[in-house]
């Protein structure tokens, strides 16, 4: 049985953040969502275990990645770490209606296709729940453009969630349950897809890549 990798990506830059807050509970949920999701391959359920990446570790790296065209070794194992996970969950603040420079910066590292067909649980915070759509208007379509398969539903998380107000629409704990059986599908049908078809392009893209092709500028090298 093999043990499947959830890389959780957060870009909160305070410490402690409730960005990460938002990510460690969707990483607890979908770990628990995987172990109880039965395939042919996991009839007890799916093992998975978490990577988290705090991209405030890495963003003098990522900077210096834009301008140079090169990724530090940190940043180079991080990277490749992230886009040959089985899943990824993927939390950033919400600044001017939309993620953050540094969440943003270290997508543009990325090559285009390197996360092609890889299933992704959006998440966002924010101090007001005003910006609760810029999981939609915003995340969805950059994961989209990337042939990512993000989750139906996305989390948002206003300051209110985390005290005793509840949000209008769904709870935030009922909304992270929702998310991360989604995420545990996902991953369910796309390990299905690689025991039917070894060949299939998903079952090894990333794999095998000199690091060069995952990082964007470089993939002509």
Known sequence: MAVRRIAVVTAGLSNPSSTRMLADRLAAASVSALRATTTTADPDGIEAEVDV??????????????????????????????????????????????????????????????????????????????????????????????????????????????GAGEDEVAPLGARVDRAARELAAAVAARTAVRDEDPYDPASYLGEGRSFGHLLGGLAGE
């Open 53 to 162: 990446f705090e991209l405030r570790d890495y963003a003098h790296d990522i900077t210096n990645n834009l301008l140079t065209g090169f990724a530090a070794p940190g940043l180079e194992s991080m990277v490749n770490a992230v886009v040959s996970a089985d899943a990824i969950i993927a939390v950033t603040p919400i600044f001017s209606t939309s993620y953050s420079g540094l969440f943003k910066s270290f997508i543009d590292i990325l090559d285009p296709d390197a996360l092609t067909g890889v299933p992704v649980l959006l998440g966002a915070n924010a101090g007001t729940a005003r910006h609760s759509l810029a999981i939609d208007y915003a995340l969805r379509p950059l994961f989209t453009y990337l042939h990512a398969n993000p989750v139906p539903t996305g989390v948002f998380a206003a300051s209110g969630d985390w």
